[in-house]
Antibody, heavy 116, light 112 residues
């Protein structure tokens, strides 16, 4: 089914930058669509960035212009570059494969905390 | 971003049946059959359990079932077990957002 392992989350100050990684095994990030979905503490799910058909990318309104999703097919890895971080970006960030408007499978998540 | 409405919490006793509703609009649930349900157990990442309204993913118990009527989808769990306790999220294809998927706000299931 596939395994996804996220990393890179940590405590960062407001205005800072961070790059998250998602190493994928058992399926290719080249031919599959991939997404980052976040979950603020005690709150629900929100997709933030999607790598979709024909190399199209989509971003949630709250992160547009600050976050960038990319991939390295040689390493079968998806990245999320986060710039201009805000306190409200504090969340668990999950990587997931996207298929037919659903997310499956998911990784275990990596925690990003934005605080001074 | 939550355009789908779920109850904040539901509860039930072991062995009982419960249902979780997910209400959208004609831009999503009312028109399209791409409704999914995710289970998130305490301290874990989400797991897909139902897709395309009523299809169970491999390995998911027959106690979990999905349905849809008009603009509302429902997840029913029969024979409730303590290990079912967790959060449940619905999602749907939608024409309302740049990327065609929207989540519900989530429902916390407590097994008393």
């Amino acid at each position: 089914d596939g395994q996804l392992v996220e990393s890179g989350g940590k405590l960062v100050q407001p205005g800072g930058s961070l790059r998250l990684s998602c190493v994928v095994s058992q399926f290719s990030v080249y031919i599959n669509y991939m997404a980052w979905v976040r979950q603020p503490p005690g709150k629900g799910l929100e997709w933030v960035a999607v790598f979709y058909s024909g190399d199209r990318t989509f971003y949630g309104e709250s992160v547009k212009g600050r976050f960038t999703i990319s991939r390295d097919t040689s390493k079968n890895t998806v990245f999320l570059q986060m710039n201009g971080l805000r306190v409200e970006d504090t969340a668990m960030y999950y990587c997931a494969r996207v298929s037919d408007f659903l997310f499956d499978p998911w990784g275990q998540g990596t925690l990003v905390t934005v605080s001074s | 971003q939550s355009a789908l409405t779920q109850p904040a919490s539901v509860s039930g006793s072991p062995g009982q049946s419960i249902s979780i509703s997910c209400t959208g609009s004609s831009s999503d649930i009312g028109t399209y059959d791409y409704v999914s349900w995710y289970q998130q157990l305490p301290g874990k990442g989400p797991t897909l359990i139902i897709y395309e309204v009523s299809r169970r993913t491999s390995g998911i118990s027959h106690r979990f079932s999905g349905s849809k009527s008009a603009n509302t989808a429902s997840l029913t769990i029969s024979g409730l077990q303590p290990e079912d306790e967790g959060d449940y999220y619905c999602s749907s294809y939608t024409t309302s957002t740049p990327f065609d998927v929207v989540f519900g706000g989530g429902t916390k299931l407590s097994v008393l």
